[in-house]
Nanobody, 117 residues
């Protein structure tokens, strides 16, 4: 079955930067068919969609991260990235990647990002 493995998050100071990655393995056909999304969820909060990138490279972002976050993909490496710049305290959350194709939805394990001094 398709499997998603996320990189480690970590601790970063406000205003700092961090890059997350998500590797998709056991692909049925090609990684390029998947629409990839990044979500985040803080304790007690609703999970929110942060960024999306289609197989064709079209991107969308939540208003809260526009101008600071960048989602990208390297189809040769079966990997999607989330570059997070100018991190804020409200960015503290568990971040999840998700692969979607037709009726298939597969989630990564989640990784904790803590933004704090």
């Amino acid at each position: 079955q398709v499997q998603l493995v996320e990189s480690w998050g970590g601790l970063v100071q406000p205003g700092g930067a961090l890059r997350l990655s998500c590797v998709v393995s056991r692909n049925i056909f090609s990684f390029s068919i998947y629409t990839m999304c990044w979500y985040r969820q803080a304790p007690g909060n609703q999970r929110e969609l942060v960024a999306t990138i289609t197989g064709g490279g079209s991107t969308n972002y939540a208003d809260s991260v526009k101008g600071r976050f960048t989602v990208s993909r390297d189809n040769a490496k079966n990997t999607v990235y989330l570059q997070m710049n100018t991190l804020k305290a409200e960015g503290t959350a568990v971040y999840y990647c998700k692969a979607s194709w037709q009726y298939l939805e597969v989630w990564g394990q989640g990784t904790l990002v803590t933004v704090s001094s």
